[in-house]
């Protein structure tokens, strides 16, 4: 979703770089990326060390909230690069800024979609 | 379908220390007895054995290895396994668990070629995918994997969706158009289908249970391109931790 549809001016940087990246102008945005880095790359400290801290700043429902997406972007990753699916044209046509300036081109599942590796 | 009450105690979330909204219990248990229930190309038994198979894959040393590799083809050797699949559904499985942002339309050929049917292939990424979701849901909030409960006897039901056509993916798909007969609803009405959510529609079953799993995880179907639409974290936290998943995942779509 970019900020065009939201009024809101965030900083991408850290869907890239991840934790370290600032907060994006989004609230606890720091915290949130660290605590999915944690649980997509971490060890098991790591991501008790990040749960503690990102609970400490949002609610249990904040909290599980961010926990619920994980695991559903886990599921949608994987049936899009498992299936083969291109972009929905739509889509394409409204988050081509968006991915120009984090450079999706590079992953190797952008050959699914026509012309998305320009 | 109605939920088990000992599945929802088996999933052991009141050890989170956190309260885990219903919704999410009773999706997650869902899952579960959906996983273990006769599909449509594979039997329960052979559905538990997948999602043992892909939890497996998490500490397969020829996994790992191709992993860390530039380029999964350049490592060669045998996966770790359970020994209940064939070895060539043990590769597809361990591949869309642990590597999938490195699939490629002539690894997923060869999948074929190796014997899986496109409509048993779209049914193991159904399988494997959801189980995915729910074991990093776990993985977070700090409890043991959801226990798999025992498969249900019966046999798979063989449907297979008479529109579904070549469309764009590796796999046929149902477009909203023709979705009907059997598949009248499917897409809960919607003519503009994103199609991630069609992605899977070979095999109706898991369609539903993904829209299922979507609307308890993330957003309700109908809502997920309003950007007001939220639960309780802000919009743009949500959609920062996806964006991130996405990009660890080596996801372009």
Same mark, same amino acid.
């Given at each position: 979703?970019?900020?065009?549809?939201?009024?809101?001016?965030?900083?991408?940087?850290?869907?890239?770089?991840?934790?370290?990246?600032?907060?994006?102008?989004?609230?606890?945005?720091?915290?949130?990326?660290?605590?999915?880095?944690?649980?997509?790359?971490?060890?098991?400290?790591?991501?008790?060390?990040?749960?503690?801290?990102?609970?400490?700043?949002?609610?249990?429902?904040?909290?599980?909230?961010?926990?619920?997406?994980?695991?559903?972007?886990?599921?949608?990753?994987?049936?899009?690069?498992?299936?083969?699916?291109?972009?929905?044209?739509?889509?394409?046509?409204?988050?081509?800024?968006?991915?120009?300036?984090?450079?999706?081109?590079?992953?190797?599942?952008?050959?699914?979609?026509?012309?998305?590796?320009? | $379908?109605?939920? !088990?009450?000992?599945?929802?105690?088996?999933?052991?979330?009141?050890?989170?220390?956190?309260?885990?909204?219903?919704?999410?219990?009773?999706?997650?248990?869902?899952?579960?007895?959906?996983?273990?229930?006769?599909?449509?190309?594979?039997?329960?038994?052979?559905?538990?054995?997948?999602?043992?198979?892909?939890?497996?894959?998490?500490?397969?040393?020829?996994?790992?290895?191709?992993?860390?590799?530039?380029?999964?083809?350049?490592?060669? +050797?045998?996966? !770790?396994?359970? +020994?209940?699949?064939?070895?060539?559904?043990? !590769?597809?499985?361990?591949?869309?668990?642990?590597?999938?942002?490195?699939?490629?339309?002539?690894?997923?050929?060869?999948?074929?070629?190796?014997?899986?049917?496109?409509?048993?292939?779209?049914?193991?990424?159904?399988?494997?995918?959801?189980?995915?979701?729910?074991?990093?849901?776990?993985?977070?909030?700090?409890?043991?994997?959801?226990?798999?409960?025992?498969?249900?006897?019966?046999?798979?039901?063989?449907?297979?969706?008479? &529109?579904?056509?070549?469309?764009?993916?590796?796999?046929?798909?149902?477009?909203?158009? !023709?979705?009907?007969?059997?598949?009248?609803?499917?897409?809960? &009405?919607?003519?503009?289908?994103?199609?991630? $959510?069609?992605?899977?529609?070979?095999?109706?079953?898991?369609?539903?249970?993904?829209?299922?799993?979507?609307?308890?995880?993330?957003?309700? $179907?109908?809502?997920?391109?309003?950007?007001?639409?939220?639960?309780?974290?802000?919009?743009?936290?949500?959609?920062?931790?996806?964006?991130?998943?996405?990009?660890?995942?080596?996801?372009?779509?």
């Amino acid at each position: 979703m970019s900020s065009l549809s939201t009024g809101r001016e965030i900083d991408l940087k850290g869907v890239n770089e991840g934790e370290g990246a600032g907060d994006g102008g989004i609230p606890h945005g720091d915290r949130l990326l660290a605590f999915t880095d944690a649980v997509m790359r971490g060890s098991d400290a790591d991501i008790d060390r990040e749960r503690a801290a990102l609970r400490a700043v949002v609610s249990d429902a904040e909290y599980i909230d961010a926990v619920a997406t994980i695991g559903a972007f886990n599921v949608v990753d994987r049936i899009a690069d498992s299936t083969g699916i291109p972009l929905d044209e739509t889509l394409e046509a409204v988050s081509q800024g968006v991915r120009d300036e984090l450079g999706l081109a590079r992953f190797g599942s952008s050959a699914n979609t026509p012309g998305a590796r320009g | $379908m109605l939920v !088990d009450a000992s599945i929802v105690s088996a999933l052991r979330y009141e050890q989170a220390g956190v309260s885990v909204r219903e919704e999410l219990q009773r999706s997650h248990a869902l899952i579960l007895e959906h996983i273990a229930s006769p599909g449509t190309w594979w039997t329960g038994a052979e559905r538990v054995a997948l999602v043992l198979e892909s939890r497996n894959s998490l500490t397969c040393a020829l996994c790992r290895d191709r992993k860390d590799a530039l380029s999964p083809n350049a490592v060669s +050797g045998e996966h !770790d396994s359970l +020994g209940s699949v064939a070895q060539n559904v043990v !590769d597809v499985v361990h591949r869309i668990r642990t590597d999938p942002g490195r699939l490629s339309k002539d690894w997923f050929d060869s999948a074929l070629a190796g014997g899986l049917t496109e409509e048993q292939y779209v049914e193991l990424v159904g399988v494997v995918t959801i189980t995915a979701g729910i074991d990093y849901f776990a993985k977070a909030l700090g409890v043991p994997p959801a226990e798999v409960p025992a498969p249900r006897p019966g046999e798979p039901t063989r449907h297979r969706p008479a &529109g579904a056509k070549l469309a764009g993916a590796w796999v046929r798909t149902v477009a909203a158009e !023709d979705a009907v007969g059997p598949e009248e609803g499917l897409y809960g &009405g919607q003519n503009l289908v994103p199609n991630i $959510m069609k992605a899977l529609s070979l095999v109706p079953d898991q369609v539903r249970a993904l829209i299922g799993s979507s609307n308890a995880h993330y957003l309700e $179907m109908d809502t997920m391109m309003d950007p007001q639409a939220k639960r309780d974290l802000d919009r743009m936290g949500v959609e920062l931790v996806a964006s991130r998943v996405s990009a660890l995942n080596e996801c372009f779509y």
